[in-house]
């Protein structure tokens, strides 16, 4: 006998949203820079948030094209380089704080690369690090790791077990916490961005986890709680992460930096890019030989006086190293002087 059909007249349907997010990200004065949407009225209690629109499959043939339709409208730019990232679905990380339940928002991620654009009425450009101070090594090891957030992260690890099942997870909060922070000797790797967020929000230190009604959240009452970077609506601060994590990793394999830096550049601007980007100091002469020997640039007879000092050689993108070989990227690895553990 075949089993009744289930009634769901009586269930509550809650509406489902699909939010196209943009992480734009440019690089100007050494600093890598997002594109934030910001309240006009300058409201300091309602967070940063990535640009974002609804898909109308009505009006727009794919999502590619309702993301560069809408992110035209708010920002006056023109994206270029766009890929997709992720598609973010889960309850309770997309409120607003102190807002009840709506519409169930699902956000589909999107990286976007640009150069050189200016603000325009409620969006502004911020430095990434902002958001993740724990992420900028360039100058060593940033001291928010060791005197706040190990601190934090030891004492969640070792907290009191009430059963078996909770034995365990211990363990597995303290494998994370050496893969993704570097405690205990681990290797800190700069391409997991999203894993060390995720470890954060887990263990309740990021206002998004108290925003959420985590149960563990540490109480982030005015002089309460440290300020483990800015929070961001919705669960944009987790698309970010996703973005950088992204990014970072596919510097190493394809030449998306140059989709970042004006049509001629010095190879200091161009490391400086990279540096800024993967939040590590590399060696200058080490780089050099690295670029020249890729062939990913070429010499264009010009000098440049920007800097004020020595006049520097100006070189270009070799697009043809896409014919040459399926992975043209800069592999860049940090100085072991300013990349200490």
Same mark, same amino acid.
């Given at each position: #006998?075949?089993?009744?059909?289930?009634?769901?007249?009586?269930?509550?349907?809650?509406?489902?949203?699909?939010?196209?997010?943009?992480?734009?990200?440019?690089?100007?004065?050494?600093? $890598?820079?997002?594109?934030?949407?910001?309240?006009?009225?300058?409201?300091?209690?309602?967070?940063?948030?990535? $640009?974002?629109?609804?898909?109308?499959?009505?009006?727009?043939?794919? #999502?590619?094209?309702?993301?560069?339709?809408?992110?035209?409208?708010?920002?006056?730019?023109?994206? +270029?380089?766009?890929?997709?990232?992720?598609?973010?679905?889960?309850?309770?990380?997309?409120?607003?704080?102190?807002? +009840?339940?709506?519409?169930?928002?699902?956000?589909?991620?999107?990286?976007?690369?640009? @150069?050189?654009?200016?603000?325009?009425?409620?969006?502004?450009?911020?430095?990434?690090?902002?958001?993740?101070?724990?992420?900028?090594?360039?100058?060593? @090891?940033?001291?928010?790791?060791? @005197?706040?957030?190990?601190?934090?992260?030891?004492?969640?690890?070792?907290?009191? $077990?009430?059963?078996?099942?909770?034995?365990?997870?211990?363990?597995?909060?303290?494998?994370?916490?050496?893969?993704?922070?570097?405690?205990?000797? +681990?290797?800190?790797?700069?391409?997991?961005?999203?894993?060390?967020?995720?470890?954060?929000?887990?263990?309740?230190?990021?206002?998004?986890?108290?925003?959420? +009604?985590?149960?563990?959240?540490?109480?982030?009452?005015?002089?309460?709680?440290?300020?483990?970077?800015? $929070? #961001?609506?919705?669960?944009?601060?987790?698309?970010?992460?996703?973005?950088?994590?992204?990014?970072?990793?596919?510097?190493?394999?394809?030449?998306?930096?140059?989709?970042?830096?004006?049509?001629?550049?010095?190879?200091?601007?161009?490391?400086?890019?990279?540096?800024? /980007?993967?939040?590590?100091?590399?060696?200058?002469?080490?780089?050099?030989?690295?670029?020249?020997?890729?062939?990913?640039?070429?010499?264009?007879?010009? #000098?440049?006086?920007?800097?004020?000092?020595?006049?520097?050689? /100006?070189?270009?993108? @070799?697009?043809?190293?896409?014919?040459?070989?399926?992975?043209?990227?800069?592999?860049?690895?940090?100085?072991?002087?300013?990349?200490?553990?």
């Amino acid at each position: #006998m075949p089993p009744a059909p289930t009634d769901t007249s009586s269930r509550h349907a809650q509406p489902v949203v699909i939010d196209l997010n943009a992480a734009i990200v440019q690089v100007a004065d050494d600093s $890598p820079l997002i594109l934030v949407v910001r309240p006009e009225n300058g409201d300091a209690d309602v967070w940063d948030a990535l $640009p974002f629109g609804p898909f109308d499959p009505l009006q727009h043939r794919t #999502m590619d094209i309702g993301l560069r339709a809408w992110v035209r409208e708010q920002t006056q730019i023109e994206l +270029g380089y766009v890929e997709q990232l992720y598609t973010f679905g889960d309850r309770g990380r997309h409120a607003l704080e102190k807002m +009840g339940d709506g519409d169930h928002i699902v956000s589909v991620g999107y990286l976007a690369l640009t @150069r050189g654009n200016d603000e325009h009425a409620g969006v502004s450009w911020r430095d990434w690090y902002q958001y993740f101070p724990w992420e900028d090594w360039r100058d060593g @090891r940033p001291d928010i790791i060791d @005197r706040v957030i190990l601190p934090l992260l030891q004492e969640w690890v070792s907290r009191e $077990p009430a059963s078996t099942n909770e034995e365990l997870s211990r363990g597995r909060r303290r494998d994370r916490a050496r893969l993704t922070f570097g405690i205990d000797g +681990g290797h800190w790797d700069e391409e997991n961005v999203l894993e060390r967020f995720e470890l954060l929000y887990e263990a309740g230190l990021v206002r998004e986890a108290g925003r959420d +009604g985590r149960p563990n959240a540490v109480a982030h009452e005015r002089g309460s709680a440290p300020q483990l970077g800015l $929070p #961001m609506q919705f669960d944009h601060r987790r698309i970010l992460a996703t973005a950088m994590s992204r990014l970072r990793a596919k510097l190493k394999y394809r030449p998306v930096v140059f989709e970042l830096m004006p049509d001629t550049f010095t190879l200091f601007e161009l490391q400086r890019a990279g540096e800024a /980007l993967l939040g590590v100091h590399v060696h200058k002469q080490n780089f050099r030989r690295l670029v020249e020997k890729a062939g990913l640039v070429e010499k264009t007879g010009r #000098m440049s006086t920007a800097t004020g000092g020595r006049p520097a050689e /100006l070189f270009r993108f @070799r697009r043809e190293v896409f014919n040459e070989r399926p992975a043209p990227g800069l592999k860049l690895a940090p100085s072991r002087s300013r990349a200490n553990t």
